[in-house]
């Protein structure tokens, strides 16, 4: 905690919140003094002339002590605001540029909570920090300082309610600290089966789930409800028991007290004054118990916050940038792997490929056999754990991310939007696009008649995208990856939303564009009929390569690419290929019925 006040605090105005709160401290420590003299000399005496003097200097104290408090408070909130708006800010960046395994390790929920609700507790402590942590114990000893000057008899009475209170606030924090560790980790759970619901909502639905959903969510929402009652019922457990302590010292200080005035030992302002810093005193040491409690709960954010702000970044930016002037585009594959931190095989293994400007090179593939992996490396969202991918001849790793991703456009398997409009959709793949710009892409993009018929480029688009089908959504995110200028292309499985037809068109307007003529176009595909024209498909089982050429080639040699023919293409187009696939496919559907 104290390593991130460091890094996010300013040092003049946490100086002046600090210089403040001592003034504050120091005039209220003295204010007592001033009330014990005016009853012990002025009223005692009836000297009007000192009790208008001293009047006038209670006065000017209290002032200072009002305007230093307000000053304390102000830099503190700003600065604790500040500290809070500054971590959010580095949190969010932090997370946008988080390599896929990190993001996977930490799972969304957690990233939510740590971005805004453990900022909040830091924000809080912060504060609390700068006002009430410094400003307790020099109350406190402030306090006990000027009372044992008053009375050294009468500090006896906190001889016994100093450690009664001590002993109530130790059982109160051995309660509350364990559980504030686990309440944080339980509004991660809540968020988790929150953010599931919701995303899930339609499936939920449809299976009849609700009930059940419903009850996983009390379940979480019961278990943190219990656990936040039982750590805030402790903590203000605390208030009325400080209250009783205090009562009863105070009877004892005024019980000692009158039989030390009826012995002529004390004067009447003294004992007044010592009631004052009697309460000084208890309540600072309240105070103090309070942020006992609250820097424990801090320390649990502190660490959450730091794990995500400190996770080490494994795709990382050379320190010398390579290479900037070529004007070829060559994509390399050189005996490329990747494995998953957690995971027992390779997700890719092994690959080695070279597409040139211009080619399309298509990958098709099981589930789970590394398409999207591959996708993901090419864009450096993670990096190879072995071998490694050339761009014109260098190695990606060395050119900048900022630069990698201004040649790279990629379009994910789930299609993402934003909401805004379908024009504020597009400013992303170009931010300086004209409309002329946009409606070639969204025609390439076979969306431009939907677009027209519903409003046009300014027509809205609702958070993720609802407002459209899932065709829909697809076309205008490929439509926002073609309005990019880029050296490559990535479509991941992005076709398969579209019917044949679409599908169809949409590769013939990609493969006639000008624009996009010398880029290579990586596209992932689970139909042949997708991938059939490419210049190379790249056939992935379990993440090992099982064949790599072109469609004629792998239909004559490759089996993995011969079954996934078998499985999608007539027997008529079959033979009409001259493979000998279709007795393979009679003798499979000798055994049973085919769908
Ligand atoms: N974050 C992850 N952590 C561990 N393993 C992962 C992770 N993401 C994917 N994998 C594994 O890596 C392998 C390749 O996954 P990938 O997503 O590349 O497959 P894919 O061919 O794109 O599949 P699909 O067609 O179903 O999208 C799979 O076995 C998958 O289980």
């Given at each position: 905690?104290?390593?991130?006040?460091?890094?996010?605090?300013?040092?003049?105005?946490?100086?002046?919140?600090?210089?403040?709160?001592?003034?504050?401290?120091?005039?209220?420590?003295?204010?007592?003094?001033?009330?014990?003299?005016?009853?012990?000399?002025?009223?005692?005496?009836?000297?009007?002339?000192y009790i208008w003097n001293m009047g006038g200097i209670m006065l000017i104290v209290a002032i200072a002590s009002w305007v230093s408090a307000i000053i304390n408070v102000y830099y503190a909130s700003r600065q604790s605001q500040r500290l809070g708006m500054n971590l959010r800010h580095d949190l969010f960046k932090k997370i946008l540029f988080m390599d896929d395994a990190a993001f996977h390790d930490f799972g969304d929920s957690t990233l939510i909570t740590r971005t805004t609700n453990d900022v909040t507790q830091l924000q809080n402590v912060f504060q609390t920090i700068l006002r009430m942590m410094l400003m307790a114990p020099m109350m406190l000893i402030g306090s006990i300082f000027m009372a044992w000057k008053l009375s050294a008899n009468l500090m006896v009475v906190f001889l016994v309610s100093l450690p009664i209170l001590t002993l109530a606030v130790v059982i109160n924090m051995g309660i509350a600290i364990p559980r504030f560790r686990s309440m944080q980790s339980k509004i991660d759970k809540i968020n988790l089966v929150f953010q599931q619901g919701l995303t899930g909502v339609r499936v939920i639905r449809a299976f009849n789930r609700d009930d059940y959903e419903v009850k996983k969510f009390d379940e979480a929402n019961r278990d943190l409800t219990h656990t936040s009652r039982v750590v805030l019922t402790t903590v203000a457990m605390l208030m009325p028991i400080m209250t009783v302590i205090l009562s009863f010292t105070n009877i004892a200080i005024v019980w000692f007290g009158a039989d030390l005035i009826g012995k002529n030992m004390m004067?009447?302002?003294?004992?007044?004054?010592?009631?004052?810093?009697?309460?000084?005193?208890?309540?600072?040491?309240?105070?103090?118990?309070?942020?006992?409690?609250?820097?424990?709960?801090?320390?649990?954010?502190?660490?959450?916050?730091?794990?995500?702000?400190?996770?080490?970044?494994?795709?990382?930016d050379p320190e010398k940038v390579l290479d900037k002037n070529v004007s070829d585009?060559?994509?390399?594959?050189?005996?490329?792997?990747?494995?998953?931190?957690?995971?027992?095989?390779?997700?890719?293994?092994?690959?080695t490929a070279e597409i040139t400007a211009g080619q399309t090179l298509a990958v098709i593939g099981g589930t789970g056999s590394g398409k999207s992996t591959l996708i993901n490396l090419i864009a450096r969202l993670m990096d190879v754990t072995d071998g490694s991918i050339k761009l014109n001849g260098t190695d990606i790793r060395q050119i900048s991310q900022h630069e990698l991703h201004d040649k790279v456009a990629i379009t994910q398997q789930k299609a993402v939007l934003f909401s805004g409009t379908v024009r504020s959709n597009l400013y992303f793949g170009k931010p300086d696009a004209s409309d002329d710009e946009m409606w070639k892409a969204l025609e390439i993009a076979q969306a431009s008649d939907f677009v027209k018929e519903q409003g046009g480029l300014d027509m809205p688009v609702e958070q993720n995208g609802d407002n459209f089908s899932g065709g829909q959504r697809q076309r205008l995110a490929i439509a926002r990856t073609l309005i990019k200028p880029a050296?490559?292309?990535?479509?991941?499985?992005?076709?398969?939303a579209l019917d044949f037809a679409t599908d169809a068109k949409l590769r013939l307007a990609i493969s006639q564009s000008e624009k996009h003529a010398q880029a290579i176009k990586v596209i992932v595909a689970q139909r042949i009929a997708t991938v059939m024209n490419a210049n190379q498909i790249l056939v992935l089982e379990n993440g090992e390569m099982a064949g790599l050429g072109s469609h004629k080639e792998l239909a004559k040699s490759c089996p993995?690419?011969?079954?996934?023919?078998?499985?999608?293409?007539?027997?008529?187009?079959?033979?009409?290929?001259?493979?000998?696939?279709?007795?393979?496919?009679?003798?499979?559907n000798k055994g049973g019925d085919s769908l």
């Open positions: 905690m104290i390593n991130l006040g460091r890094r996010y605090l300013q040092f003049w105005p946490v100086f002046l919140a600090l210089l403040f709160l001592v003034i504050q401290v120091v005039t209220n420590l003295w204010l007592p003094t001033i009330t014990a003299d005016i009853i012990n000399k002025g009223i005692a005496q009836h000297d009007m002339s004067g009447m302002g003294n004992l007044v004054a010592f009631l004052t810093y009697a309460t000084q005193i208890l309540m600072s040491f309240m105070q103090l118990s309070a942020v006992a409690v609250m820097v424990p709960r801090a320390q649990v954010s502190a660490t959450r916050v730091r794990e995500v702000l400190e996770r080490p970044d494994k795709v990382l585009i060559k994509l390399d594959f050189d005996d490329v792997s990747y494995k998953f931190d957690e995971a027992e095989r390779n997700a890719l293994s092994h690959l050296d490559i292309y990535l479509f991941d499985d992005s076709f398969s993995q690419y011969q079954e996934i023919m078998r499985s999608q293409l007539s027997d008529k187009d079959l033979s009409a290929m001259g493979i000998e696939i279709k007795s393979l496919k009679s003798e499979e």
